[in-house]
Nanobody, 120 residues
């Protein structure tokens, strides 16, 4: 069993900052790519940021220059630093990881989501 738990979602004013964390635990042999996605009601889930095991990153155009994804491999944790938040950033944010389990099964694992609300 492998699980991801997100934390850090909150209510924040436009222009504010927030840092999300996602910690993986369970029967993990290794973790490959990790990413952050978001979804608002009635809209499709979209990729926000992605990071490889070696630290390579890519971002959605809408968040480039404002968000930074990082990871701590020793802690099996991925972070999303969000600055200059806008109203349209409001969504439930989910983390995802490609995990090789201790049984050598490759799993795509999702967290439960954490709500970010940007409002004045």
């Amino acid at each position: 069993q492998v699980q991801l738990v997100e934390s850090g979602g909150d209510l924040v004013q436009p222009g504010g900052s927030l840092r999300l964390s996602c910690a993986a635990s369970g029967s993990i042999f290794s973790i490959y790519d990790m990413g952050w996605y978001r979804q608002a009601p009635g809209k499709q889930r979209e990729l926000v940021a992605h990071i490889t095991s070696s630290g390579g990153t890519n971002y959605a155009d809408s968040v480039k220059g404002r968000f930074t994804i990082s990871r701590d491999n020793a802690k099996n944790t991925v972070y999303l630093q969000m600055n200059s938040l806008k109203l349209e950033d409001t969504a439930v944010y989910y983390c995802n990881a490609g995990v090789l389990s201790t049984t050598r099964a490759y799993l795509s694992v999702w967290g439960q989501g954490t709500l970010v609300t940007v409002s004045s």
